[in-house]
T-cell receptor, first 115, second 112 residues
Framework: DTGVSQDPRHKITKRGQNVTFRCDPI?????LYWYRQTLGQGPEFLTY????????KSRLLSNRFSAERPKGSFSTLEIQRTEQGDSAMYLC?????????????FGDGTRLSIL | SQQGEEDPQALSIQEGENATMNCSYK?????LQWYRQNSGRGLVHLIL?????REKHSGRLRVTLDTSKKSSSLLITASRAADTASYFC????????????FGKGTTLSVSS
């Protein structure tokens, strides 16, 4: 059973650098989500794709953030000119589509540390 | 913005005891989900309960939903050390019901 995989698991970078994370969802899932989680908090929604279309973006997703899902399979999340406040766990999740809400399956996240 | 709020923030119990966590939310929903997160890992889906359901069971888990009070509870019976984790309730971000809004979670510690 292949779950949601995220790469890398950990990323340490200097302030001002660009970083890119990758998410591979469960293969039959057409919905893909990105969340950000800081210590002691629940995940906060960033953006959502259905197939290759980015249908929702949170106000948290500043213009330094961009996400893509070019062929409706894997997705990338890029942060440009990283800031200290970007330090967090970035979680990817996927789910089946349909009219009703479906359980979301999460990867183990990418932990980003900004020096 | 936060939709769900879990209570208590932290809970410490002995193995074999029951653990009850509560979640309150603000707006009308069509479903509510509970997730578990072990330290340093992603979230694992536990139960989804729809607004027309009042109670749902899965193994040692029992979830209730009271839409009139805008609240839900998660009961873990006969807890085990392996149940030590953070537990989150989540509600749909909007009517489309796709992305979720999570509370801050309840941290459960089960000691043997």
């Amino acid at each position: 059973d292949t779950g949601v995989s995220q790469d890398p698991r950990h990323k340490i970078t200097k302030r001002g650098q660009n970083v890119t994370f990758r998410c591979d969802p469960i293969s039959e899932h057409n919905r893909l989500y990105w969340y950000r989680q800081t210590l002691g908090q629940g995940p906060e929604f960033l953006t959502y794709f259905q197939n290759e279309a980015q249908l929702e973006k949170s106000r948290l997703l500043s213009n330094r953030f961009s996400a893509e899902r070019p062929k409706g399979s894997f997705s990338t999340l890029e942060i440009q000119r990283t800031e200290q406040g970007d330090s967090a766990m970035y979680l990817c999740a996927s789910s089946l589509g349909g009219a009703k809400s479906q359980p979301q399956h999460f990867g183990d996240g990418t932990r980003l540390s900004i020096l | 913005s936060q939709q769900g709020e879990e209570d208590p923030q932290a809970l410490s119990i002995q193995e074999g005891e029951n653990a009850t966590m509560n979640c309150s939310y603000k707006t009308s929903i069509n479903n509510l989900q509970w997730y578990r997160q072990n330290s340093g890992r992603g979230l694992v889906h536990l139960i989804l309960i729809r607004s027309n359901e009042r109670e749902k069971h899965s193994g040692r888990l029992r979830v209730t939903l009271d839409t009139s009070k805008k609240s839900s509870s998660l009961l873990i019976t006969a807890s085990r050390a392996a149940d030590t984790a953070s537990y989150f309730c989540a509600t749909p971000r909007n009517q489309a019901g796709t992305a979720l809004i999570f509370g801050k979670g309840t941290t459960l510690s089960v000691s043997s």
